[in-house]
């Protein structure tokens, strides 16, 4: 799949996914949880749109790593939308590390500073390290790598000639991505700094967050799709204890279309609050599934 669809490539695809979805001309459920607990959940995303169909059955069990597995795994059935015909199986993991990371690209395009270049990246596992390698294809960096292990923060540094840092100096960046499980806050108040841009990416579910509600309640607020981002997202806290609502939060769709105004100001400090959408992973399934049509990448067969 990554062979398939390059970083460049993902970046434009989920661009104009969220411009089609905000348009109404593809469609997307809500996303459906399955908790297991203690040890994680289940979630089953659909997605319509362009001649396709598409069924995300992921997972995200935090505890994985200390066991030898990824905390991230599934499989997408991508299928014709004019016959049902299933046309092609996909792995989750490298799907939603790519759109993930194309995600941060498009939204610190649409919302950071026109002159902003350095890039924090705060957690390094596999959606940090696509984070940081879509951006640096978007034409950011250099960038500072934060990760608890220090190893991986090194490793994703030395393959982007970028630093590993405190998380202070990642804070301090023009854009900066979290990408940590979303179990323990990494942004208070205090680390914000005018005119930047946080890309918050790892709060996908219910009860995670990496920023303070002070902090989110403290920024110009845009997300992926309200109704995933305040019942499941960074954004969730603040909405809960009433200090953010509807009218004060924008859907990126909606500023990339020209609907809506993005960045009020150079010294504003912006918060894109990314859940996952199904679009996205519609977006860049079906980059890999032209590329199989055209023969740039073969794939096993299987008959039905």
């Known amino acids: 799949m990554l062979a398939a669809v390059s970083p460049a ?24 949880y399955l908790p297991s607990p203690p040890h994680g959940d289940f979630r089953a ?31 997408i059935c991508l299928s014709s939308a004019e016959n049902g015909e299933p046309l092609m ?37 596999l959606h940090g390290t696509w984070a940081a ?3 640096a294809a978007a034409g950011y960096g250099p960038g500072v790598c934060h990760d608890a292990q220090a190893p991986v923060a090194d490793a994703l540094a030395s393959e982007l000639g970028w630093s590993a840092g405190s998380l202070a100096e990642a804070a301090a960046r023009d854009v900066v991505c979290c990408v940590t499980p979303g179990n323990e806050i990494v942004i208070d108040a205090g680390r914000l700094h005018a005119g930047s841009h946080l890309n918050m990416l790892g709060a996908d579910g219910p009860g995670k967050a990496e920023a303070s509600v002070g902090a989110v309640a403290s920024c110009v607020l845009f997300c992926d799709e309200w109704e995933q981002a305040s019942h499941g997202g960074e954004l ?69």
Do not use: Y
């Open 9 to 32: 490539s993902a970046i434009e695809r989920v661009r104009e996914g969220l411009l089609r979805f905000h348009a109404g001309e593809w469609a997307m459920p809500a996303k459906v």
């Open 45 to 75: 995303m659909p997605a319509r749109g362009d001649g396709l169909a598409l069924l995300k059955w992921v997972t995200s069990f935090p505890d994985n790593p200390a066991r030898g597995r990824p905390t991230v795994t599934g499989v």
């Open 89 to 125: 199986l996909l792995d989750a993991r490298s799907v939603t590390a790519l759109r993930t990371g194309a995600v941060a690209a498009v939204a610190a395009s649409a919302l950071a500073r026109a002159d902003a270049r350095t890039v924090g990246i705060i957690g390094c596992g």
């Open 133 to 135: 390698r879509c951006l």
């Open 236 to 304: 969730t806290g603040a909405v809960q204890a009433g200090v953010v609502t509807r009218e004060q939060v924008t859907e990126l769709g909606a500023v990339l279309a020209g609907d809506a105004p993005g960045r009020p100001g150079s010294e504003a400090v912006t918060l894109f609050d990314s859940t996952g959408l199904a679009i996205q992973d519609l977006a860049v399934a079906s980059a890999a599934f032209a590329a199989w049509e055209d023969n740039r990448v073969r794939a096993q067969t299987v008959r039905l």
